[in-house]
């Protein structure tokens, strides 16, 4: 194992993170001389040209370097100057991201398919409804038809996501009005995902597009796709297929390992694997086969996405969010270790090895040089799934490694759907979204923010999403969750109703009449889609302004660190979002390719960028985001708590 180059010099574990837990598993793996991406972070300097996205290698008359002191003082050697070059490589970004998301989604849409053909027996369609619902939003006539027939017609229609090349995408329709035709009118209305993106590469390629506004035109389109098409069409097919999250109440943290069970966990992205994992894991033979090894039981565990999948469906445990992923093997308590795609580091492999924990790949798009690959299949998912349990009960029974696991455990609950957030608030007889929009023009909820994405190795673990989510509530800010940030705050026990006590006045007053806590937890990195369909419904509902834009609403990622957070930052801000990013932004300052994206887009009546490091910082910048908007719509005054009555409300509608 590689030793740290000089011991002494490593950051404080203090300022590498607030999780007590994975501090303590830094701390020891340190002391076995393993080294962690938190101590490889501190020992490779980041790149300052590469950070500033001040130079291009995408000919061979470079590697060209421009100077981010001096921007406009050279250009390449074809001539391109800094701003044609950040935005490009900010397209490819967009590209990277975007096309993770997208290529998920269509694996989903290629299981539904499968699974109504009947080539697929081990999964069903298990929320009738809403395949129905999805159905209906885009058009499909529903009426006596049969399920079947719905879910076939529903599959023809969303293939249209991916493949199309000409016209607009199927959840189009669910946009608003106003804002479709924002989009119309700048021209990014997304055809198909796969043309979005092979268009963004082509643009980008040496010698084609070299005008940052026309590059950032196709950014927003390739988002778009992602958004409201590969990632929206993977979170509605994962509902219908296993089911649309209700709340449930479950455990986080690396205390969910349990010393005397077979500890197997999860991490990656597709709930295909994990669904069969909980088949496996719950196996009668299976079970007897871990206890005859003397194991108490099968302990699943989720981590990442994964998990969080998993926690919002069935609540599954979840022991910690990407920058967790490589600790936890330090406990040596963990079995098998089966990964999917997506934000699985490469170093995860030779920390397993030390720990003779059982790694294995599963998906033929992502192995790891040294990892056992056991392929996963959807026609014959236990397969795979009941060998990784075989080989983990047998590492449980040859355990050579002692076991320490950080006793920490925090409960937490999640599962926040779209569709539930609408029975929450409106009942289940009359499920709507006033209550929330009332409560807003009434202003006891400020706003809406969406606080998501990763965790960074660059920062201190979970500080920034726990500072400026305890900021916004403390303002009144409403929160929804998705991503690795949740389990953050899940672990700061924020994702319980108990913590309205640390909201605002107004915004504690909803939660506690409601029951719900003051931060909502929606699902993984591709479900911001959820995030997307409730902001089109307060549009929708009345009284908040025409377009998405309009809304008194803010999103950020303050510890992000994936091309798939700059995808989904994209998408926000074309969808009409104010969106600050954390930790680093790609981008010289001062720059005109700058200026555009964090002033230029809101003028043309979409969203807008924000840069900050500090979550203090950040939590003003979107506040203050937020009174603009409702000082826009003639609500600032409301904040005093005038109920509105009913001729009032008539009118805003
Ligand atoms: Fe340099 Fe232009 Fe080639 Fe980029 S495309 S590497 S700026 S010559
Ligand atoms: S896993 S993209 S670290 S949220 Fe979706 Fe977490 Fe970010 Fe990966």
Redesign the pocket.
Known sequence: MDKPKDKDKLPDIKDLTICESTGQMIEKARSEGIVLGFDRAATMKACPIGADSACCKHCAMGPCRLNSKDPYGKVGVCGATIDTIMARNFGRMIAAGGAAHTDHGMVMLDVFRDVISGKITDYEVKDTEKLISVAESVDIETEGKSMEDIAKELYAELERTYTQVEGEIPFAKRVPPKTLETWRKLGIVPRGAMREIMEMMHRTHMGVDQDYKNITTQCSRTALSDGWGGSMVATEISDILFGTPVPVATEVNMGVLKENEVNIIVHG?EPNLFESMIASANSPSLIEAAKAAGAGGINLVGM??SGLEMISRHGIPHAG??SSTEAILVTGAVDAFAVDI??IQQGLMKVAKCYDTYMFTTNPRCKIEGCDHLEFHEDKPLDTTDEIVIKAISRFKGRKHPVQIPKTKNTSIHGFSYEYINYMLGGSFRGSYTPLNDNIINGRIRGVAGV????NPRVKQDYSHVELVKELIKNDVLVLQT???QIALAKAGLLTPEAAYLAGDGLREVCETVGMPPVLGLG???DNSRILIAASEMVKVGGLGESLADLPVAGCAPE???E??ICIGQYFVASGVYTVFGVTFPIVEGTAFQKYLFEGLEQEGLGKWGFAKDPHEIAKMMIAHIDKKRKALGIDKTRERKLVDMAERRELA
Request: net charge positive.
């Open positions: 992205h990442c996405c969010n990407f997506q934000c998501v994405g990763c965790t991503g690795c940030s993984a990195c591709v992000y660190m994936s798939k957070a």
